[in-house]
């Protein structure tokens, strides 16, 4: 059974930082590539930020800059990094296996101004 299990989220000021992190289970967890998602309240989900089994990343232009996606495949999971958080960052943050639709429970980000 796939199974993936978000933390790290919370309340935090504009500015502040914050680290996601989501580790999988019941997967080849090293070849498959892990996306970040986000919905805010109203809103569509909307894609974050992505890493492949190689390392490589993309990022949503809101965010570049300030996120970084990593992942250790030693420990089946994937963070996300958050820095210079913003209001507009608030939201409920999913992990999900790329190409698969399997997603974590979400974690939620909120930032207050």
């Known amino acids: 059974q796939v199974q993936l299990v978000e933390s790290g989220g919370g309340l935090v000021q504009a500015g502040g930082s914050l680290r996601l992190s989501c580790v999988a289970s019941?997967?080849?967890?090293?070849?498959?590539?892990m996306g970040w998602y986000r919905q805010a309240p109203g809103k569509q989900r909307e894609m974050v930020a992505i890493?492949?089994?190689?390392?490589?990343?993309n990022y949503a232009s809101s965010v570049k800059g300030r996120f970084t996606i990593s992942r250790d495949n030693a420990k089946n999971t994937v963070y996300l990094q958050m820095n210079s958080l913003k209001p507009e960052d608030t939201a409920v943050y999913y992990c999900t296996i790329m190409g698969r639709n399997v997603w974590g429970q979400g974690t939620q980000v909120t930032v207050s101004s």
């Open positions: 019941g997967i080849a967890f090293s070849i498959n590539a």
């Open positions: 890493i492949t089994s190689v390392g490589s990343t």
